[in-house]
């Protein structure tokens, strides 16, 4: 019994075992914010949900996912259409890499690939100094001499640092990235700090189209893991971006197997990426979360 007599109810558990897990993935009971934090302001991320975006035989709609995108960046940037938030963002004299990823089961969707590069041209961006890569950005012209970096990439989890997120996105920036595994990853943050990448990215977009929760071993993926949960998560905050997809994930975890499942291993770097490195804020009150859209099943 609760207080006052009242009962603990199963959906009682699993939101109060959520929370608590969630926490501890965060460290938020754990650590506080370092002075060099970003906490002194609430980061503002655009969740925007839209079950059309998939078609009946789960194929993605590029009019929809490119509405979309322009309904987030104009929410986060809070303008009057989606081409003037991207001249917030970049402009003619600029020269764009777009960090995507072609993780071979789950990789940054085309459409939205393409939806990125029509608002950098409307924005006044040249064609030939937009490059959209992944693997090869330490042999990319475009991306040598780029001035903007725009992250985008699909949430999953990894076996290595828990999540595959827009923080380790940016492992392909180092030649020898197995040296930011140790200790689940959680030294990922320092790449963000490198003279090629600091200070250069515009804009974050968390891939939650068809996310995956669960996952084992390496390169681990079953579609049984994955569900179509319609949606974006955008940014100028990595941290709060990555944060905000990971509670999702978490809840997801826990309502699809009926238990607290953590996220394993817990992926520390997001915390880390905050407290350590000062990127952005992990912490849910720091976060204003702005949703947008397809609201059922939000599970945050």
């Not at 934090?37 to 490119?66: F, N, W």
Request: glycine fraction near 10%; hydrophobic fraction near 40%.
């Amino acid at each position: 019994m609760g207080e006052k007599g009242r009962v603990i109810t199963r959906r009682d558990f699993m939101r109060t075992s959520s929370f608590m897990a969630v926490g501890g993935l965060m460290g938020l009971p754990l650590l506080g914010h370092s002075p060099g934090s970003a906490a002194e302001k609430k980061s503002k991320v655009a969740l925007v949900r839209d079950k059309k975006v998939l078609d009946s035989h789960g194929h993605l709609r590029g009019d929809v996912l490119q509405d979309m995108l322009d309904r987030a960046v104009t929410s986060v940037f809070k303008t009057p259409d989606a081409v003037t938030a991207w001249r917030q963002l970049v402009g003619p004299g600029d020269i764009v890499g777009v960090k995507s990823n072609v993780w071979y089961y789950l990789s940054t969707p085309k459409p939205l690939e393409t939806a990125i590069l029509n608002r950098l041209l409307d924005a006044g961006v040249r064609e030939e100094n937009i490059s959209i890569d992944d693997r090869g950005i330490l042999r990319d012209p475009v991306f040598e001499q780029s001035t903007a970096l725009i992250n985008v990439r699909p949430m999953r989890t990894h076996n290595w640092s828990g999540l595959g997120t827009l923080i380790k996105n940016y492992i392909m920036f180092v030649p020898k990235p197995w040296r930011y595994h140790g200790n689940g990853c959680e030294n990922l943050g320092a790449i963000w700090k490198l003279p090629h990448v600091k200070d250069r990215t515009r804009l974050n977009i968390l891939v939650m189209l068809t996310p995956l929760f669960h996952g084992m071993g390496p390169h681990h993926f079953n579609r049984r893991y994955t569900w179509p949960y319609c949606g974006l998560i955008v940014s100028t905050d990595p941290v709060a971006a990555d944060a905000t997809g990971a509670r999702i994930i978490q809840a997801k975890r826990n309502a699809f197997f009926g238990t607290l499942k953590p996220i394993s291993p817990p992926p520390r770097h997001i915390e880390v990426a905050d407290t350590r490195f000062g990127l952005g804020n992990s912490r849910k009150e720091f976060i204003r979360l702005i949703r947008l859209g397809w609201g059922e099943g939000i599970l945050i």
